[in-house]
């Protein structure tokens, strides 16, 4: 059976990619779908989201990655799937996230959420946290890869630095 694996991934941290690399080993295929939403201001563009997750999980060759706009179960329909994986890391994502199972199901029954528990080492793990930590200069090795790691760097650079004349 094929799996979604969606996602906002702005950008792909070390947790992801542990989810992505644990999900490939169970399953036939995998799609990573990044979600575009316009209305929400992210630090990457899709296309860039999709070539760090692109250039991060290069060697899993039963990952594909896939951007889509609007209601998820449209899109896993139109992918002919029927499983959606999602994280869990804390308790605290508990609540939300079978909030969003239980309104995917009400939207189309056939679809079913599934989770997989964070590895240990994650479990603390956002991208919001690793682009404050990034914005104002601290270490993140370790926390992201490295495309990711110099991307950041490079993002904030680039907004810290004076304009020129
Ligand atoms: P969203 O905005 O849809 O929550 P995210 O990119 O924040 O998008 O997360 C995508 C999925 O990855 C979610 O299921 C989330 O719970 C999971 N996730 C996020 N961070 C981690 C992590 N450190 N370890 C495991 N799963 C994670």
Known sequence: MKVIY????????NG????????????????????????????????????????????????KIETFNGLLVHFVRRKGCRLVLRGLRAITD???????ALTNRKLAPEIETIFLPTST???????????????????IRGLVPPVVESNLQQKFRVQLSPEKP
Do not use: W
Not at 6 to 13: E, K, L, M, R
Not at 35 to 52: D, G, S, W
């Open 121 to 139: 080492e994650y479990s603390y793990l956002n991208s919001s946290v690793v682009k404050e930590v990034a914005r104002f200069g601290g270490c």
């Open 6 to 13: 969606p996602g906002t991934f702005d950008p792909v941290t």
């Open 16 to 63: 992801h990619l542990d989810i992505i690399s644990r999900a490939s080993g169970l399953f036939e295929a995998v799609i990573v779908a990044i979600l575009e939403n316009p209305q929400k201001k992210q630090l990457f563009t899709p296309l860039e989201r999709k070539q760090m997750i692109q250039e991060s999980v290069g060697n899993l060759s039963n990952v």
């Open 94 to 100: 508990y609540e939300y996230e079978t909030q969003l």
